[in-house]
């Protein structure tokens, strides 16, 4: 498992995203047995069978789950756009997980993949100085039916102005927004469009970013942004802490 302090990677060109839950009621033991696995087995395989692939950071959620949420959150980086294609072809043999992953223990084999898609780096900041200590993923679409130029207006002011009303009023350090590549098979079945990743390095219990930007609103500091941005439809906004020593 990666730790805090490597969160750099996340800014790769390309990034696969996997998001998973076990099982309501999973044991602290259940929980154990799901990470050994996932940090000494699949991890492992997945690197193997992927060319390109980098060592993925983990997180977990910071409240509980729903159906569309995951609990653990694994970020892949990915270098080249031939790994990214290479990646998605072998995706299209139906058998492939089969005969190239372990099964694991039963805590594994019954958790959900939530979310599974690859992402393409559109803009970024600075990579992350230092440890990560929190992670903000913000899934956005923009409003169907957008024209070309209402579009780049979305994007425009995404890049100029929301996500620096996130960096200013978050106390968040660093951000990467991503388009999304593909789809692949999980119980969340339509990504949205673009996510935007922001790490902080500040404790929790020093501050609370998610507090800190509904206040911001509520004073009404945030930028409104044009019509186009106004329609835009936000599927996620989910706080997320490194996993460190897991299993």
């Not at 509980?64 to 892949?76: G, I, K, N």
């Not at 951000?175 to 935007?196: G, I, M, N, T």
């Not at 929790?204 to 930007?213: G, I, M, V």
Request: glycine residues 8%; charged residues 25%; aromatic residues 12%.
């Amino acid at each position: 498992m990666d730790s805090e302090g490597s969160a750099a990677r996340h800014w790769s060109p390309f990034l696969s995203m996997v998001g998973m839950s076990t099982v309501p009621g999973a044991t602290p033991e259940d929980i154990a047995r799901f990470h050994g696995f996932y940090d000494e087995v699949h991890v492992k395989e997945v690197l193997a069978a992927n060319p390109g692939f980098g060592a993925p950071s983990r997180y977990e959620l910071d409240h509980e789950p729903d159906p569309v949420t995951p609990r653990w959150l694994a970020l892949y980086p990915i270098e080249e756009e031939r790994h990214v294609d290479g990646y998605l072809e072998r995706q299209r043999d139906p058998g492939l997980n089969a005969r190239t992953y372990s099964a694991g223990p039963e805590v594994w084999s019954t958790a959900t993949f939530v979310w599974r898609a690859v992402w393409r780096r559109v803009t970024a900041g600075d990579p992350p100085a230092g440890p990560v200590t929190g992670l903000l993923v913000a899934g956005v679409d923009p409003p169907s039916g957008a024209t070309d130029a209402e579009l780049a207006e979305f994007t425009d002011f995404y890049d100029t102005g929301h996500i620096p009303d996130i960096l200013r009023h978050g106390g968040y350090r660093s951000y990467a927004r991503y388009e999304k590549v593909a789809d692949l098979p999980s119980a969340f079945r339509d990504h949205p469009r673009f996510c935007s990743v922001y790490t902080t390095d500040v404790p929790r219990d020093e501050a609370d970013p998610e507090s800190a930007l509904a206040k911001a609103g509520r004073a009404g500091l945030l930028s409104r942004g044009p019509e186009v941005w106004q329609r835009r439809t936000t599927r996620w906004r989910l706080w997320f802490t490194p996993l460190t020593g897991a299993g």
